[in-house]
Structure formats: structure tokens, C-alpha cells
């Protein structure tokens, strides 16, 4: 059903992608006419606070979206495959096989009931193998190439035997037992200590570079970001305020938002010092301003901030701001 594509074209490509929040008899957007792409191979972080509508992208992409929440306008191609006009049948040819997707909490996401090397056989049954030979085979080989220790004894474990980092690990291995071109990872560091993240980190960069698989990565730590990623789009309330190359935004942000997120991170000059916090919080999706999302806590904004959106500044190579203050356009 995926065919091969150019290697000009995007493996993914969102385009003015609006998501709905049922409100009564109206829809309120989640998401908010946005635009990206991952190409073959490539890292890229979607960055931004909680409600920013970072989930509400992934499951769009894959039509997992919650009863009540839908998409209202845009495009989503992968591989060339227009990915809103497939049947719920289509739609699972691809998931998992082609495209998938590891959550935040994997203790939601895994059977409590079902010992850990079926959970993970069972994308390949879904998709047509039946040699259970064979996927005794590629479940041990997906297992050992993630580092899980002792195979053939934790493939007969159950979720509650386990950490919350080998947990992790099992849902990498349940998304990539069939190799996909492309893995969402929707905060999948999120709830384990420093030195487990590291690991899923290091593990993210093997798979990428090993598997050739391209990763959409969510998440609202800057760190994480800055050391897993190529290319970082900063969201907010539904908007994509910056993009570009991580290295580019991170030494040179545009937008007061990005400008603040990063101000927040501590470092060690600032010791004994108080933390600086951008003012405000992320607005209710009933409460979204016109125009710019962030300014009301923007101390640059000025009126015209506030009546409209603005397009996209193009600066150095592909780092682009959606900013009307003067300092982005300096």
C-alpha cells in the first residue's frame, strides 16, 4: 500500500492542519492551521507546554483522535498517501507496520494481562505473519537490539513485573518489531528519572540510525530536544510560533515564546539565583486571543499582535518565526 517516494519528497507532510474540540454545537481548534514536515531519516521535535496541542497533532496523523475531537481542515500525506482519506481498514495496514506511535505512560498502553513477547508478536500477526518460528524470531532480535536483558525470560514476564523504563523499552520494541518508516514518540520520557531518559535517548538515536526510521518527537523539555533532534517546531495554543534546525533556534531565538523557554532552562551561573518563569499560563482553548496566541504574555506585543496571525519571516537557512515584534525582525 506505501510505496517508495522520491528521496526529494517528505516522508510525512502536514499541511494547514486545523483539529476540533467539540464545544456544545461548535468546534473550537486545538490546532490551528499548522504546517511541517519529516523527511527520511530525520529527528523532529515538536516542542511546547502542556495544552499546546502537541498530542492532538500525533494522534491526527495516525486517526487516533478521542470521540468529539476531529479534524476540520488539512492534509496529512505519508509517503505520498493522503492519510484523511483512508477507511478505518486502510488505516490499519499501516499502523504499526509502516507507522507508529509509543505513548507517554506505557502502563496504559500495555496489556496487564498478556505476557510481554506476545504483546509485542502481535503487530506481526496483525500483518500477516504466521510462522511463529519466525516471530519468536524477530521478537527476540527487537528485544536484544533495544537492550533488553535476558529475551527469552522477559518475553515470558508480565507489565507489572517491570520498571517503568524497561516498560518503555517494551513499547519501542512493540512499535518498531516491524521495522516502520516513521515512530511518533509522544512524551516517552517523560515520567522516568534522568538517567532512564538517557538511555531511551540513546536508544531513539539507534533506531534512527541503525533502522533508517524517521522520528516525530513530542515533548516539553528542551533538553531532550537539543540532544535527540534535528529540527524543532515550537508550538503554542495550537500554533507553530518557530521553526528550524535545533542548533539555530536554540542559539538564536526569534520568538519572545521560545525566547522565554529557553530563559527558564537553570544554569550554573545562576545558582542561589530564582528561576525565571514566563508570566501567565497557556490560554483554555475558550480563551484563545486573536492573532498572536502568546501575546497576552508577551512583554513585546504591540496592537497589531493582537488583531492578526502573521506569516511565516524566513531567516537564516530553515529557521522561520511567525513574530510582528520588532526584536524578531531585527
Not at 530536544?225 to 517546531?233: G, N, P, Q
Not at 538564536?252 to 551561573?269: A, V
Request: net charge positive; glycine share 10%; charged share 20%.
Amino acid at each position: 500500500m506505501v510505496k517508495p517516494i522520491s528521496r526529494r519528497d517528505p516522508l510525512l507532510q502536514v499541511q494547514h492542519l486545523s483539529v476540533g474540540i467539540r464545544r456544545g454545537k461548535t468546534y473550537l481548534l486545538g490546532v490551528d492551521d499548522i504546517g511541517f514536515q519529516v523527511q527520511a531519516g530525520e529527528i523532529v521535535g515538536i516542542l511546547g507546554e502542556s495544552g499546546c496541542g502537541k498530542t492532538l497533532t500525533a494522534l491526527s496523523i495516525l486517526s487516533l483522535l478521542p470521540l468529539g475531537v476531529q479534524v476540520i481542515q488539512g492534509s496529512i500525506l505519508f509517503n505520498g498517501l493522503e492519510l484523511l482519506c483512508l477507511s478505518e481498514r486502510e488505516l490499519c495496514g499501516i499502523r504499526g507496520k509502516y507507522l507508529s506511535m509509543v505513548f507517554q505512560e506505557p502502563m496504559n498502553s500495555l496489556n496487564p494481562v498478556l505476557p510481554i513477547g506476545r504483546q509485542i508478536a502481535e503487530p506481526l500477526g496483525l500483518h500477516g505473519s504466521k510462522n511463529k518460528s519466525l516471530i519468536e524470531a524477530e521478537i527476540l532480535d527487537i528485544m536484544d537490539k533495544l537492550g533488553l536483558p535476558e529475551p527469552v525470560k522477559l518475553a515470558a514476564a508480565y507489565p507489572h513485573q517491570l520498571s517503568g523504563g524497561m516498560r518503555q523499552r517494551v513499547m519501542l520494541a512493540l512499535a518498531m518489531v516491524c521495522k516502520p518508516k516513521l515512530l511518533i514518540a509522544d512524551e516517552a520520557t517523560t515520567a522516568l528519572d534522568l538517567s532512564t531518559q538517557a538511555q531511551i535517548l540513546n536508544l531513539l538515536k539507534k533506531i534512527n540510525r541503525e533502522l533508517g526510521t524517521s522520528i516525530l518527537f513530542i515533548s516539553h523539555d528542551l533538553w531532550l530536544i537539543s540532544r535527540l533532534c534535528d529540527r524543532v517546531l515550537v508550538m503554542y495554543a495550537g500554533r507553530i510560533l518557530e521553526e528550524g534546525m535545533v542548533e539555530a533556534v536554540f542559539a538564536d531565538p526569534r520568538h519572545e515564546y521560545t525566547k522565554g523557554l529557553i530563559g527558564s532552562i537553570p544554569q550554573q551561573e545562576q545558582k542561589g539565583k530564582p528561576l525565571f518563569s514566563i508570566p501567565g499560563k497557556v490560554p483554555a482553548i475558550e480563551e484563545k486571543p486573536l492573532g498572536c496566541p502568546f501575546a497576552p504574555r508577551c512583554s513585546k506585543a504591540n496592537e497589531r499582535c493582537t488583531t492578526r496571525f502573521p506569516d511565516p519571516l524566513s531567516l537564516r537557512g530553515e529557521h522561520q518565526v511567525r513574530c510582528i515584534a520588532e526584536t524578531a525582525y531585527g
